[in-house]
Each structure stands twice: as structure tokens, then as C-alpha cells.
């Protein structure tokens, strides 16, 4: 066989969600419309209106182009969604994202996630309040009630572990951890043994859980302990995906 026909180098695309394709759409719109910095483009009622998909699709777009740095959410009265100003983490984050087909790979992402786990949850700890605690509790929580929906549990990992992230003050390290999330959250996550998904998740939810209450303690050695579990506990075919 010849270099010219071998299959080494071949790069073969995930199909892509329909959020994504969405994501895609409204960033064509956006550009179309000639749409920039502190733009308002609407609600998520009226983008859902407007293209008629369901809710989570749009729900899901929207927070893939807030990712992105495309997008940011501003509440109250006159709120929605407006368009964002790029910035030097804007920038970076954009560039961790678009690096899928490269160099990285999945495991790669999964490596630099875990090695930011520990000063993600410490800087955290160093800040939040009693009511930040309460909502990281109530998603982690909720990770538990998803039974045996691997898919909606994973659905909620990430959203946990988004919202520890945007309570970090270093905006740099937030946004390459959200990036990694963001990296890995496009791989389509399964668990091999349908049997014993109930279990993992039960294990999984309690380790999440138990990281949350450790950020609350402000412990530096009880967050440390339950970084450990949450990154080596375990383990599963979903942890290809990065979906501890």
C-alpha cells in the first residue's frame, strides 16, 4: 500500500449533535446580521420559537457558543442573551476547543482536567459562600436521582462541574478547565455493562458529593482526599470519556 493511500493519518469526524449544528447555525445568523460585542440576540424562549427545536437542544447550543466565548447571559429586565466580547481567555478557550483532529487527544484532556481538579476546587473553597455551596450540593444531588440514565448523569457531571469552575477567581484556569469539559463533553459517552451502570452511578454520584462538602470545609487536606477519589475512584468504561 501506498502513502498515498494508507489510512494512518486519516481523521475521521464525529457526527455532530443537533445542538451543534444549532451552535453552527446561530453563529452563521450572527455573522449574517453583522452582530457584535453587547448585541442583544435574543431569549432562549425566543431562539426556540424562532427554529423550533426543543428546549434542551437550544439550551444546549446556547451554553456550547457561552463555551465558545460567543455568547453571554445577562439577567433582569432587558436581559437574554448578548453577544460577547472576545477576550485574551475568549481567545484561549476558542483555541483549546478548535484543537480537536490534532494533537490532542481525549486522554489528553482527561490528563490536564484532573491536574487542575485540586486548584480548581481549592481556589473555590477559598471564596464561595454557604449559598454556592448549596446549589454545587443541590446539582451533585441530583446526579444521584438519575437512577440508571448514564446519558443524564453524565449531563449533570458536567454541569457540576461547570458551575465549580465558574466560582473560581482565576478566570485563566476556570476557562481552560471549562474548555477541557467542553473538549470532552463532544465524545458520545457509554457505559459497557448496562447492568452495572446503577452502581457506578451511585459511586460516582457519592464521590461528587462528597467533593462539594469538602470545597464547603474549606480542608485543604479533606479536598485533597476527595480530588483523589473523585480522579482514581471508580473505574469504568465511561472514564474514556473523561466523565468522572
Known amino acids: 500500500m501506498t502513502s498515498m493511500s494508507s489510512l494512518d493519518q486519516l481523521s475521521v469526524t464525529p457526527p455532530r449533535s443537533r445542538a451543534e449544528q444549532l451552535a453552527d447555525t446561530l453563529l452563521d445568523h450572527i455573522r449574517a446580521r453583522g452582530l457584535g460585542p453587547g448585541d442583544r440576540l435574543g431569549t432562549l424562549d425566543e431562539i426556540r420559537a424562532e427554529v423550533g427545536f426543543a428546549r434542551t437542544t437550544v439550551s444546549e447550543a446556547v451554553r456550547l457558543l457561552r463555551e465558545r466565548g460567543a455568547l453571554e447571559i445577562r439577567p433582569g429586565r432587558g436581559g ?3 453577544i460577547a466580547a472576545e477576550t485574551p481567555v475568549v481567545r484561549m478557550r476558542h483555541t483549546l476547543l478548535t484543537a480537536q483532529g490534532s494533537v490532542v487527544s ?3 484532556a482527561i490528563e490536564l482536567r484532573e491536574a487542575l481538579e485540586a486548584p480548581i476546587a481549592l481556589s473555590v473553597a477559598a471564596v464561595c459562600s454557604d449559598t454556592d455551596i448549596e446549589v454545587l450540593r443541590d446539582a451533585a444531588e441530583a446526579m444521584a436521582r438519575t437512577g440508571a440514565d448514564f446519558e443524564e448523569f453524565i449531563r449533570l457531571n458536567w454541569h457540576l ?7 473560581s477567581p482565576n478566570a485563566m484556569m476556570s476557562a481552560v478547565y471549562t474548555s477541557c469539559l467542553g473538549y470532552l463533553g463532544r465524545s458520545a459517552p457509554s457505559y459497557g455493562d448496562d447492568d452495572a451502570v446503577s452502581d457506578y452511578i451511585a459511586d460516582r454520584a457519592a464521590a461528587h458529593l462528597e467533593l462539594v462538602e469538602a470545597i464547603g470545609s474549606r480542608d485543604a487536606a479533606r479536598i485533597a482526599a476527595a480530588v483523589a477519589a473523585h ?3 471508580t473505574a469504568g468504561e465511561a472514564d474514556a470519556t473523561g466523565a468522572r
Open 161 to 167: 462541574h461547570e458551575l465549580i469552575a465558574g466560582l
Open 106 to 108: 481525549v486522554r489528553d
Open 231 to 233: 480522579n482514581h475512584g
Open 80 to 82: 437574554g442573551l448578548f
